[in-house]
T-cell receptor
Framework: DVKVTQSSRYLVKRTGEKVFLECVQD?????MFWYRQDPGLGLRLIYF???????EKGDIPEGYSVSREKKERFSLILESASTNQTSMYLC???????????????FGQGTRLTVV | AQSVAQPEDQVNVAEGNPLTVKCTYS??????LFWYVQYPNRGLQFLLK??????LVKGSYGFEAEFNKSQTSFHLKKPSALVSDSALYFC?????????????FGKGTRLSVIA
C-alpha cells in the first residue's frame, strides 16, 4: 500500500519560531510537493522537487524554504513562523513515468499548523 | 498558464439522487485531469483521472467523469448519491504526466448528501 507520511497531524507554534514539517514517501517517487490548503482558496503550491537536492518555487513560496537531501524525504521549513501561516499543509508525491498507468499524485494526511 | 474553476462552493443532493460536481479548465495544450476527494481532517484521496482515450472515465466508489474538450469541462458524476459521499471535492489539471508540471487545483466543492 502506497504511503506518504507527514510527521505531525497537529502543531502549535509561536510567532517567530523556526518550524519544520517533514514528509516521507515509500513509493520511490521522483517528485514531491508541498501545498497549503485554506478555506475558499483550495490548494496552493508552495514548493516542489523533481529530484534530490532540486527544488522549484510554486505559487506562494514567500516565507518558506524546503530541503530534499534524500529521495524519500521532503521537508518544508518556516523560517520565522507568522500567524498568517496558520493553515493545513499537505505533502504529495508522484512518479515520473512516460506512458505508465500510475500517474496520479498521492497525498499525506496533512498537518494542521497553528501559529500563535 | 493553467487554471481550474469549480463554480459551486456547495452542492446539496438528496440520498439516492444523481449528483454532479462541475469543473472547467483552461490550459494551453492537452490537459490531464484529475478528481480528488477529502474527508474531514484528512489528506486528499485520488478518485479518477483522464489521460487519453474514452471521454467517460470511471473511478472509485462509483464515481465517473466526462471529459468534454469543446466545453473544456470535466464534471464529476454519480448516478445515486450516498450520505457517505459527503466530502470536499477537488478538480485538478496538469499539462504533463509526472511531476515536472505540478497539479493545479480548483478551490473545491463541498458536497452534502442529505438522508
Amino acid at each position: 500500500d502506497v504511503k506518504v507520511t507527514q510527521s505531525s497531524r497537529y502543531l502549535v507554534k509561536r510567532t517567530g519560531e523556526k518550524v519544520f514539517l517533514e514528509c516521507v514517501q515509500d513509493m520511490d517517487h521522483e517528485n514531491m510537493f508541498w501545498y497549503r490548503q485554506d478555506p475558499g482558496l483550495g490548494l496552493r503550491l508552495i514548493y516542489f522537487s523533481y529530484d534530490v537536492k532540486m527544488k522549484e518555487k510554486g505559487d506562494i513560496p514567500e516565507g518558506y524554504s524546503v530541503s530534499r537531501e534524500k529521495k524519500e524525504r521532503f521537508s518544508l521549513i518556516l523560517e520565522s513562523a507568522s500567524t498568517n501561516q496558520t493553515s493545513m499543509y499537505l505533502c504529495a508525491s508522484s512518479p515520473t513515468i512516460i506512458g505508465g498507468s500510475d500517474t496520479e499524485a498521492f497525498f499525506g494526511q496533512g498537518t494542521r499548523l497553528t501559529v500563535v | 498558464a493553467q487554471s481550474v474553476a469549480q463554480p459551486e462552493d456547495q452542492v446539496n443532493v438528496a440520498e439516492g439522487n444523481p449528483l454532479t460536481v462541475k469543473c472547467t479548465y483552461s490550459v494551453s495544450g492537452n490537459p490531464y485531469l484529475f478528481w480528488y476527494v477529502q474527508y474531514p481532517n484528512r489528506g486528499l484521496q485520488f478518485l479518477l483521472k483522464y489521460i487519453t482515450g474514452d471521454n467517460l472515465v470511471k473511478g472509485s466508489y462509483g464515481f465517473e467523469a466526462e471529459f468534454n474538450k469543446s466545453q473544456t469541462s470535466f464534471h464529476l458524476k454519480k448516478p445515486s448519491a450516498l450520505v457517505s459521499d459527503s466530502a470536499l471535492y477537488f478538480c485538478a489539471v496538469s499539462l504533463s504526466l509526472g511531476g515536472n508540471t505540478p497539479l493545479v487545483f480548483g478551490k473545491g466543492t463541498r458536497l452534502s448528501v442529505i438522508a
